[in-house]
């Protein structure tokens, strides 16, 4: 699925009991002097000069009922923050997410959608440094 301010692709797929995703996709995998996005502002030291892309950026997602997951997790490498997350498949194929730290009121809502075309040839891995 794809944000909907454009800029990233995730791809969905079931892991354990569970719903995870990774990115796929990258409009700008690069930052303005060239340099790959890394993961500078993870919390693990061990984790900030892997790269943006790739990166599982949604873990433990529960089906709590019919089109609806819950008590996810979705991890923001621009921020190095992960926020709890909900997610609700709409009925024309759209998902809707909401992230949020501690108390869902105060959170974020997102609307995702499939992209047009396969974008995942953008999606490049990081050379070493």
């Known amino acids: 699925v794809c944000s909907s301010d ?3 692709v995730v791809e969905i797929y079931p892991c354990e009991d569970e719903l ?3 990115t796929v996709w990258m409009a700008k ?7 790959f996005k890394r ?3 993870n919390p693990d030291p061990a984790l900030r000069d ?5 990166i599982e950026v949604i873990r433990g997602l529960k ?5 609806v997951w819950s008590r996810g997790k ?3 490498p621009k921020r190095g923050e992960t926020y709890n997350l909900d997610i609700r498949l709409l009925g024309d194929g759209r998902l809707k997410l909401r992230a949020y730290l501690g108390i869902r009121l105060f959170g974020v809502t997102e609307t995702w959608f499939r992209p047009e075309h396969d974008l ?5 891995p990081v050379p070493d440094i």
């Open 6 to 8: 454009l800029k990233i």
């Open 20 to 22: 995870c995703a990774t």
């Open 29 to 35: 995998p690069y930052r303005k002097n060239g340099e």
């Open 39 to 41: 993961d500078r502002k």
């Open 50 to 54: 892997r790269g943006w892309c790739g």
């Open 63 to 67: 089906a709590k009922r019919d089109n």
């Open 74 to 76: 979705f991890y923001y």
């Open 120 to 124: 995942t040839f953008a999606c490049v």
